[in-house]
């Protein structure tokens, strides 16, 4: 198979990138430039494990060939965090207890950012939109939506 | 699994469609990829001949939304997002904008694109049964040829229509509506978000007085594919919109569909479903 070569900046850094064209953006993530943060659940679109954001817009990175993002500004959940400090999503999905096995939070956590980013005033059934693409089966889903809310109003402030 | 293949990003429709000429029998479209990257990993029969994809995801020939006079239209490529997002598209045509709002998620309606929608024809594609009652129209184009003709006559099957190997549907026009026209859209699932319908039903009705001057019909996912039911609405039309012929036309889009499709397991509660969704759509619809 012939390689290709493919350019995107990931947490704003530009990551070069010689790849099968079929690889998924998924797999490149993971396993070419070490972003494990970005996981793998159910590989059709239905989990959302894999949500990351692409120019702006949270995506599935199980369905989007690594090809597809040539070009593109792409941010992961090894992004949110700036200079070691966590981002208020972060530190609200802590606070409120909404995480409890973890698989699922990063893909919550991109789903929310990607909300919060274009509606920073998201009404509780805004938030119940925006990460109904992102299956928990730990939290019940209340926590999560209360600590969205939460960093929504801190934003505010 | 992912198959070997080859990836073609072209810089326009032009060079997208010379692409598909060249290779006809092993080359195809991706756009959104939400049906053909799951349809790879069940190695379904529809995607195994694959060698190559031609991404139009994107590209701003197939991306546009415009207001022409002949009617509002919309790029092959433009997705569910902009969709829902485009204030023409909720203004005019909001059955549309409602269909596209149910689609899958948030992140499938980033990706997928209206023609994917219909081009892949699933019997539950969302948005066809809106476009159907809109009338849509379609652009197709090859290297050798551009026609158009209406979506109802594109539609041959489940996951098969009237599109070439070479062709792209390049654009959707949905035709001026006039004012005068109310409209429902309804979608049942087994769930509330991120479903596949099991349901859906579309209906528009212009009213003169109380007699009903025009109705278009059209159901999706309860029928093999989306479709309009041209029979009924010409039983319809020039009838009083009261309670008992709107009763009468409910049932007799039950008894309809169950012609279609036959009797199934599923027939003792959707045929009821339909029946009473749809005489509140026609209720809704007549009495604004």
Not at chain 1, 39 to 57: P, Q, S
Request: glycine letters at 8%; hydrophobic letters at 40%.
């Amino acid at each position: 198979m012939k390689k290709i070569n493919i350019r995107f900046k990931v947490n704003g850094r530009q990551a070069d990138l010689n790849i099968a064209p079929n690889k998924r953006l998924l797999d490149v993530l993971r396993d070419d430039l070490g972003l494990t943060g970005t996981k793998e659940g159910c590989d059709i679109g239905e989990c959302g494990a894999c949500t990351v954001v692409l120019n702006g817009r949270a995506v599935h990175s199980c369905l989007i060939l690594a090809a597809q993002a040539n070009g593109a500004e792409i941010i992961t959940v090894e992004g949110l965090t700036q200079n070691g400090e966590l981002h208020p999503l972060q530190k609200n999905f802590l606070e409120h207890g909404a995480v409890q096995c973890g698989f699922c939070i990063p893909g919550m956590l991109l789903s929310s950012y990607a909300l919060l980013k274009e509606n920073p005033h998201p009404r509780e059934d805004d938030i119940k939109e925006a990460i109904a693409g992102n299956l928990c089966r730990c939290t019940g889903y209340k926590q999560i939506i209360q600590a969205v809310e939460a960093a929504a109003n801190e934003n505010n402030e | 699994m992912i198959p070997e293949i080859g990836y073609i990003r072209p810089r326009n429709l032009r060079e997208a469609l010379e692409a598909l000429g060249e290779n006809r029998e092993t080359i195809r479209v991706i756009a959104g990829g939400t049906d053909i990257i799951p349809g790879f990993h069940i190695n379904s029969r529809r995607f195994r001949d694959i060698r190559t994809l031609v991404d139009i995801s994107g590209l701003p020939d197939l991306t546009f939304v415009d207001l022409e006079n002949d009617g509002l239209h919309i790029g092959g490529a433009v997705t569910f997002t902009d969709i829902v997002k485009n204030p023409i598209i909720r203004e005019e045509y909001p059955l549309l904008a409602q269909a596209a709002f149910r689609v899958g998620s948030v992140q499938i309606r980033n990706r997928a694109t209206i023609a994917g929608n219909f081009v892949n024809n699933a019997p539950c594609a969302d948005s066809v049964p809106p476009l159907l009652v809109y009338d849509a129209v379609i652009k197709i184009q090859s290297t050798r040829s551009e026609k158009t003709l209406p979506l109802e006559d594109f539609l041959l099957k489940p996951y098969k229509t009237q599109l070439q190997p070479d062709e792209i549907v390049s654009e959707i026009v949905l035709p001026p509506l006039k004012k005068e026209y109310r409209g429902e859209f309804y979608k049942l699932g087994r769930r509330r978000s991120v479903a596949i319908s099991r349901i859906t039903l579309a209906v528009l009705v212009k009213l003169q007085d109380r007699t009903i001057e025009d109705i278009r019909i059209a159901s999706g996912a309860v029928t093999p594919i989306g479709r309009r039911f041209r029979e009924l609405e010409d039983l319809a039309k020039g009838e009083t919109a009261e309670v008992d012929f709107l009763k009468e036309l409910s049932v007799k889009l039950g008894e309809e569909i169950l012609k279609i499709t036959g009797l199934r397991w599923s027939s003792a509660y959707k045929l009821p479903v339909v029946q009473q969704m749809f005489y509140l759509l026609l209720r809704r619809v007549c009495n604004r």
